[in-house]
């Protein structure tokens, strides 16, 4: 397994390989590795590729002032395990400094699917979200991207960005990994005492008990009860149409169910889409 620190080196190393014939996937993560990113190497592996490159980059202009960038978990010798073992062939370590240099000014902005849900509540996140996958698209230039549905409005503004934007590239969104208990894994899980992550199981309980053909205002209400009886602070939550985004009136398959809850001071989100 190849490790890249260096942007410049990572995208000679790739090209390389794309024109040796290689199929190449990529897997963007912020680090502190779970089964949820794993999975996501599983399914790049399924596809066919034969370079599996991640990137672990905790990308500090996708973070609000305030958020937790300082605190954000990392574990380099930790992740680097987890990929060799999940049969990654290169891991992309840069730096702040190396992906954003000095007088970096230009910026990737979706402006529709973004201004909603964490995107109104995180100003700028998915700018700096944006911005940072299309860098990686660059480097890399792979054939296929895999992300996964737990960031579900991030997947959809991906989608977006590569059609609108003509990248080359075949996006595969892959399905949320739980623990036992149904909490979405998050390496933001680390934030939780025993408590919280006691309290945090009505997230997956909650979502779970949304069925078509209710009325949204009434099951939304319902929601919201359940995860206040459960301690939680709502962020939001919200009943849209999964591909646009907006808002429905009908519970009806094709619909997804988002949300954001703070349990204590961590901010946890998950979903999902009624088939
Ligand atoms: P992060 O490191 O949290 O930025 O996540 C990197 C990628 O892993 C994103 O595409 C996430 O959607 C995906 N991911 C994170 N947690 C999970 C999970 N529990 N199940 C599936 N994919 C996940």
């Given at each position: 397994m190849r490790i890249f620190r260096e942007p410049a080196k990572l995208q000679r190393w790739a090209k390389m390989r794309r024109l040796a014939g290689a199929k190449i996937a990529l897997v963007p993560t912020m680090g502190y590795l779970h089964e949820g990113h794993l999975s996501l190497i599983a399914r790049a592996k399924a596809a066919g590729a034969e370079e599996i490159v991640v990137s672990v980059f905790v990308n500090p202009v996708q973070f609000g002032p305030g958020e937790d960038y300082e605190k954000y978990p990392r574990d380099e010798k930790a992740d680097l395990a987890k990929c060799r073992a999940a049969g990654a062939t290169a891991v992309f370590f840069p730096t702040p400094q190396n992906m954003y240099r000095e007088g970096h000014s230009v910026y990737v902005v979706e402006?529709?699917?973004?201004?909603?849900?964490c995107g109104a509540r995180r100003p700028g996140h998915f700018r700096g979200v944006a911005t940072v996958v299309a860098k990686l698209f660059n480097l890399v230039r792979p054939d296929v991207a895999v992300f996964g549905q737990k960031d579900y409005q991030q997947a959809q503004i991906i989608r977006r960005m590569v059609r609108d934007l003509n990248f080359d590239i075949k996006i595969i969104v892959a399905p949320i990994v739980r623990e036992s208990s149904g909490l979405a894994r998050s390496s933001r899980n680390t934030y939780l005492s025993e408590t919280e992550r006691l309290r945090a199981v009505a997230i997956s309980r909650a979502l779970a008990s949304v069925a078509a053909g209710r009325s949204v205002a009434a099951e939304r209400r319902r929601i919201v009860r359940m995860l206040e009886q459960a301690a939680l602070k709502v962020d939001y939550v919200e009943m849209v149409?999964?591909?646009?985004l907006r808002p429905v009136k009908k519970l009806a398959k094709g619909v997804a169910v988002l949300l954001a809850v703070y349990d204590g001071k961590t901010r946890l989100i998950d979903n999902r889409v009624l088939h």
């Amino acid at each position: 397994m190849r490790i890249f620190r260096e942007p410049a080196k990572l995208q000679r190393w790739a090209k390389m390989r794309r024109l040796a014939g290689a199929k190449i996937a990529l897997v963007p993560t912020m680090g502190y590795l779970h089964e949820g990113h794993l999975s996501l190497i599983a399914r790049a592996k399924a596809a066919g590729a034969e370079e599996i490159v991640v990137s672990v980059f905790v990308n500090p202009v996708q973070f609000g002032p305030g958020e937790d960038y300082e605190k954000y978990p990392r574990d380099e010798k930790a992740d680097l395990a987890k990929c060799r073992a999940a049969g990654a062939t290169a891991v992309f370590f840069p730096t702040p400094q190396n992906m954003y240099r000095e007088g970096h000014s230009v910026y990737v902005v979706e402006e529709d699917l973004s201004r909603g849900l964490c995107g109104a509540r995180r100003p700028g996140h998915f700018r700096g979200v944006a911005t940072v996958v299309a860098k990686l698209f660059n480097l890399v230039r792979p054939d296929v991207a895999v992300f996964g549905q737990k960031d579900y409005q991030q997947a959809q503004i991906i989608r977006r960005m590569v059609r609108d934007l003509n990248f080359d590239i075949k996006i595969i969104v892959a399905p949320i990994v739980r623990e036992s208990s149904g909490l979405a894994r998050s390496s933001r899980n680390t934030y939780l005492s025993e408590t919280e992550r006691l309290r945090a199981v009505a997230i997956s309980r909650a979502l779970a008990s949304v069925a078509a053909g209710r009325s949204v205002a009434a099951e939304r209400r319902r929601i919201v009860r359940m995860l206040e009886q459960a301690a939680l602070k709502v962020d939001y939550v919200e009943m849209v149409d999964a591909e646009t985004l907006r808002p429905v009136k009908k519970l009806a398959k094709g619909v997804a169910v988002l949300l954001a809850v703070y349990d204590g001071k961590t901010r946890l989100i998950d979903n999902r889409v009624l088939h």
